[in-house]
């Protein structure tokens, strides 16, 4: 599948876009296409001011940009708590559907999903759900790979992206789970993380897309 605007403006707001400069590496990374195409849709979208580019620092969204994105994400979301909490989807499963829904979504219906499942303030990622016309503010927080050994973590959020969930799930990871930091290996290397009842070795990819609270 290859992203689309949509999924650009989306990705760089679930990586902090909405703050801060986003660099092309990231987006490369989330989104696994070529360092190419990112450029070709990062001038797309700044000519339609969505985001505003700073050569060789990255990109941050606009106001337009940062509500576009956040409607999208709205309904996205609470299709994902939906589709967890009613039809037992697991988490790494929700983002096809979930995806194919948002854009089909209408207000009312957006409203009125939103009133069934009880007004929910996050994905099952994490993730905040904005309020109708509001643009999400995520929680400002560092990646598992900003960390030394020795940090006690609590895994807040990942990336609603198919192949790192996937990839959570194989190597048992999840949500709210808390671990200490017990070796980052050199050169980017995996970095191993451990509990009471495990110890994992989490690639550093994967780590750059994992959001913790430092406790
Ligand atoms: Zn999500």
Redesign the pocket.
């Known amino acids: 599948m290859t992203p689309n605007r949509e999924d650009y403006l989306k990705l760089i707001l679930e990586l902090g876009g909405d703050q801060e400069q986003i660099s092309n590496k990231k987006i490369v990374s989330g989104l696994a296409v070529s360092a190419a195409s990112v450029s070709e849709m990062i001038s797309k979208l700044v000519k339609e001011d969505l985001v505003k580019h700073i050569p060789y620092q990255g990109v941050q969204l606009t106001e337009s940009g940062l509500k576009k994105a956040s409607s999208l994400i709205r309904r ?2 609470l299709w ?1 708590v939906f589709l967890v909490e009613h039809l037992n989807y697991s988490w790494n499963e ?1 983002h096809d559907d ?1 995806e194919v829904l948002e854009h089909v979504t209408s207000l009312t219906l957006a409203r009125r999903l939103e009133a069934y499942l009880n007004h929910p303030e996050y ?3 994490g ?1 905040m759900i904005p309020k109708e016309s509001q643009t999400i503010h995520e929680k400002k927080r560092e990646t598992l790979t900003s960390y030394p050994v020795g940090t006690q973590i609590r895994i807040a959020r990942v990336l ?1 992206e198919r192949e790192l969930l996937d990839y959570l799930v194989a190597i048992d990871l999840k949500i709210h789970e808390e671990y200490e930091i017990v070796d980052v290996a050199a050169y980017e290397g995996p970095i191993t993380i451990r509990n009471q009842e495990k110890t994992l070795a989490v690639s550093y990819k994967a780590a750059n897309t994992i959001f913790v609270d430092k406790l």
Do not use: K, L
């Open positions: 996205h979301r994902e929700v979930a994905c099952p990622h993730g609603d």
